[in-house]
């Protein structure tokens, strides 16, 4: 009897520690789709009330001084909200992705999204808008964000934009690790990308030449209401981390681009800059 009994629990027992695996795997893939963890979530919850541009000093830090405001080359500034362009420019939809290159949830969405970005550019049936913000220089000090996305500006100038975008993030470093405050370090990163590394493109970077324009981004970044990087929106519809009840994944990115794209003919037109 009291055999019977210790078998019953322990079947009991297996059962439960079954489902609660099953729950664990089940909570696993979900933060593998890109469900941001609590302890991101912490950081981005204060780009609502960050307003504050960390520019260093010296060669590394560039200017805090607000000079002229200039554009990269083919960046759009529709309703006041500066965007590098890539994707063919009649494309039917378009990707809109507020980004920071020091934060590691965008790092996160790029290096899992990248590819399906990329094949929907190409096939002419998306065209995204980069909106750079310097939300982490704010939240943990240092110029990394804005020195950064100056360098990707400049890269935007000599038609490698999408290749030294994508650089950065495969060569992220760690959120606390300001290594991107280093113009010489993102030069030497330039080099990974053919044709990039050139006088003109190393003095973009040490000048400065976009800083105005990335605080611009910026500004349009803090005063659009986003909770945090990356907000991304399709058609103006934010699918980040869900849309409705469906969470982000290359294969539903394609999902919704071809269900907003249905009845329409894709782009066709050159591909935009970088």
């Not at 934010?238 to 969470?247: A, C, D, V």
Request: glycine share 12%; proline share 5%.
């Amino acid at each position: 009897m009291s055999e019977t009994n210790r078998g019953d629990g322990t079947g009991s027992a297996r059962e439960r520690l079954k489902q609660q695996r099953e729950r664990e795997k089940s909570r696993e893939k979900q933060r593998r789709v890109l469900i941001v963890s609590a302890a991101v979530v912490g950081v981005l919850g204060l780009a609502a009330v960050v307003g504050v541009i960390a520019a260093g000093g010296g060669k590394d830090g560039g200017s805090d001084k607000a000079g002229p405001v200039v554009a990269p080359t083919g960046a759009i500034n529709e309703d006041d909200k500066p965007a590098i362009v890539t994707g063919k420019a009649d494309a039917p939809s378009t990707l809109a992705i507020w980004e920071d290159f020091r934060c590691p949830a965008c790092a996160q969405f790029e290096n899992v999204m990248r590819d399906a970005i990329h094949e929907l550019e190409a096939s002419g049936a998306l065209k995204t808008e980069y909106h750079l913000a310097t939300l982490i220089d704010g939240n943990m000090g240092g110029s990394g964000s804005l020195r950064a996305a100056n360098a990707a500006a400049c890269a935007q100038d000599a038609g490698k934009f999408t290749a030294y975008h994508d650089t950065l993030y495969i060569n992220q470093p760690p959120e606390p690790d300001d290594a991107f405050g280093k113009n010489e370090k993102l030069i030497e990163l330039a080099g990974k990308v053919p044709g990039l590394e050139t006088p003109a493109f190393r003095s973009c970077v040490n000048e400065g030449t976009h800083d105005s324009w990335v605080v611009k981004s910026n500004e349009a970044f803090q005063n659009g209401g986003f909770r945090g990087t990356p907000s991304v929106l399709l058609n103006g519809e934010s699918i980040f981390p869900t849309k409705g009840n469906e969470q982000i994944s290359p294969e539903n990115l394609k999902k919704w681009v071809a269900e907003a794209n249905k009845g329409k003919k894709p782009g066709t037109a050159s591909p935009s800059a970088g």
